[in-house]
């Protein structure tokens, strides 16, 4: 949005031309055609139904965005559920945060980094039992809300196939919203997505030296 | 990470050469040699401060990996305080959510988006006291995570002063994290932060109709 930016309609605007307004009522000019703007476009919106967002991308965030609609999800009462495809090192405060809430199912694959482990049946095994969690939770209208964390990096390593996820998506209940993170999200789910966003790194401290420590991400 | 990619060193790999090696054999030197890179670079980054995180950027994301980071912090047992510059018609569910939490201290600006306010003395009052708020517990070691949220918001409108932004995070307590979200991050701040992520749309469900909804960001 830039200081001089029309976002509204042009109407009236040669009529206010030759007056000398104050900034103050300028202010409140552009940003009277901002609201019609705005309330024009939330008027245009009227499709209610369960969304799926996938975030991915090298950046930051994917997962601490997750935890963060998980919050507000529990915050407006409803029944939500995570599972957690791979367990980092600095998941385990999200995990102590949520697990108290009665209103969460929280599922974690427990197995780390498939670099940690070194063991690809294991992790197989693993990944395919929180994917038969995950595809119950979205077959259940009981649940409002569920986070798949890290599912896209199952997905690359075909641990979990991508026409099973795809088909649990299209066919879970009409309401129920889908979060799911991790790079490299496949072609076909940001298609059968609702929003989609990348989070790009610009600055990176771990890079720079700087040591993971609690309840930041780095 | 591409199957085949070599993400450590190449050392002995003519040596391994001549063997057929199984799959599960290959899987494990690869992850192996991941293990190693990884761990080294842990090796090396041995900087222990809080952390400047940004996330800008048009895309969803921003302030809710903001209050995912707020979760994993206060999982952790961590002081916290939250800052909200602007109101949105969707961050009930947040402050339902966190409000429950005697470690956290909670702010709202509480004057709503400006273009649903159209006033802009009000607006800069309200980002003023905002911002001395913000600026306090800053200058408090008693507090581990701040979350300063869509401040980049109110430093494009100007109502608050960039220089002072700076120097309360160049002069804040050593261990303190914070975190400032917002679109149209100033150029200064992406310098003086640690990590910087950009938010970029690859898609919007609210642009294609779909009405905005409790507990998910569209």
Same mark, same amino acid.
């Given at each position: 949005m830039s200081a001089g930016g029309n976002d509204g309609t042009k109407d009236g605007s040669a009529d206010r031309a030759g +007056?000398?307004?104050?900034?103050?009522? @300028?202010? @409140?000019? @552009?940003m009277q055609r901002k609201k019609e703007l705005i309330d024009r476009k939330i008027a245009q919106? *009227?499709?209610?139904r369960g969304v799926l967002v996938v975030n991915t991308?090298? =950046?930051k965030g994917k997962s601490s965005s997750g935890f963060g609609m998980l919050a507000r999800s529990l915050g407006h009462g409803f029944k939500c559920a995570v599972v957690q495809f791979i367990k980092g090192s600095f998941s385990t405060g999200e995990e102590a945060f949520f697990r108290? +809430?009665?209103?969460? $199912?929280?599922? #974690?694959? =427990?197995?780390g980094f498939t670099w940690e *482990? !070194?063991?690809?049946?294991r992790d197989i095994r693993a990944a395919q039992s929180a994917w038969a969690i995950a595809a119950?939770?979205?077959a259940d209208p009981g649940y $409002? +809300? #569920?986070l798949l964390d890290e599912l896209n990096i199952a997905l690359a390593h075909r641990y979990v196939a991508l026409d099973d996820v795809l088909a649990a998506v299209a066919a879970r209940?009409? @309401? !129920?919203? #889908?979060?799911? *993170? =991790?790079? =490299?999200?496949p072609d076909a789910l940001i298609e059968a997505a609702d929003t989609v966003t990348e989070m790009r790194v610009i600055k990176h401290a771990f890079k720079a030296g700087i040591k993971a420590q609690k309840g930041i991400e780095l």
């Amino acid at each position: 949005m830039s200081a001089g930016g029309n976002d509204g309609t042009k109407d009236g605007s040669a009529d206010r031309a030759g +007056f000398a307004a104050s900034s103050e009522e @300028r202010h @409140r000019e @552009r940003m009277q055609r901002k609201k019609e703007l705005i309330d024009r476009k939330i008027a245009q919106a *009227t499709i209610e139904r369960g969304v799926l967002v996938v975030n991915t991308g090298n =950046g930051k965030g994917k997962s601490s965005s997750g935890f963060g609609m998980l919050a507000r999800s529990l915050g407006h009462g409803f029944k939500c559920a995570v599972v957690q495809f791979i367990k980092g090192s600095f998941s385990t405060g999200e995990e102590a945060f949520f697990r108290r +809430f009665e209103e969460l $199912d929280y599922h #974690v694959m =427990g197995e780390g980094f498939t670099w940690e *482990t !070194q063991d690809k049946e294991r992790d197989i095994r693993a990944a395919q039992s929180a994917w038969a969690i995950a595809a119950k939770m979205m077959a259940d209208p009981g649940y $409002d +809300f #569920v986070l798949l964390d890290e599912l896209n990096i199952a997905l690359a390593h075909r641990y979990v196939a991508l026409d099973d996820v795809l088909a649990a998506v299209a066919a879970r209940p009409e @309401r !129920q919203h #889908v979060v799911i *993170t =991790g790079r =490299g999200a496949p072609d076909a789910l940001i298609e059968a997505a609702d929003t989609v966003t990348e989070m790009r790194v610009i600055k990176h401290a771990f890079k720079a030296g700087i040591k993971a420590q609690k309840g930041i991400e780095l």
